[in-house]
């Protein structure tokens, strides 16, 4: 059987930074792989196709995440245009996440300085009706594969 160790009484505490480091060594496989993008801008994908931009300040177990200066984007990139629409102090339930990652903030604003900005309720229009028009085809390629005994699952939530 193995001793634990103790510090000594008389150690000093680490660092913000040595703790940084010293997390950095370990891959984490649960939420806690996160916990290095707190207080860091962040791009959050949703299972619905929404973009977020915005600063990590919380999270739990569940990967449910608040995010403070929040942005909600959308990119028309076949027209070369994108929309914004701030949205504040925003709480995204872990379920809905599919994807989730650091910003740079010093390149974040290179594309969008070569892209024509719009009006949010023109791009979310634009965004409606492609989706549509992406269930629509889902549906189609469904029926299509269990007329051949095939099970095809598509839902309406998941359009990223």
Request: aromatic share 8%; net charge negative; glycine share 6%.
């Amino acid at each position: 059987m193995s001793e634990m160790k103790s510090a000594p009484s008389g150690a000093s505490k680490i660092s913000e930074g040595e703790a940084d480091l010293y997390l950095d060594q370990y891959n984490f496989t649960t939420t806690a792989a996160i916990v290095g993008s707190v207080d860091r801008k962040i791009f959050v994908l949703l299972r619905d196709g929404r973009m977020l931009f915005g600063i990590l300040r919380t999270f739990d177990q569940y990967a449910n995440l608040i995010l403070q200066h929040c942005v909600e984007r959308i990119y028309i990139t076949e027209e070369n245009k994108y929309a914004e629409c701030g949205r504040g102090v925003f709480m995204v339930r872990g379920e809905n996440v599919v994807m989730l990652g650091e910003v740079d903030i010093d390149r974040e604003d290179q594309p969008l300085s070569q892209m024509e900005r719009i009006s949010f309720e023109e791009a979310s229009a634009v965004k409606k009706q492609r989706d549509d028009a992406r269930c629509e085809l889902e549906s189609k390629k469904g029926k299509t594969m269990a007329q051949h005994g095939l099970i095809y699952e598509f839902h309406k939530s998941d359009i990223y």
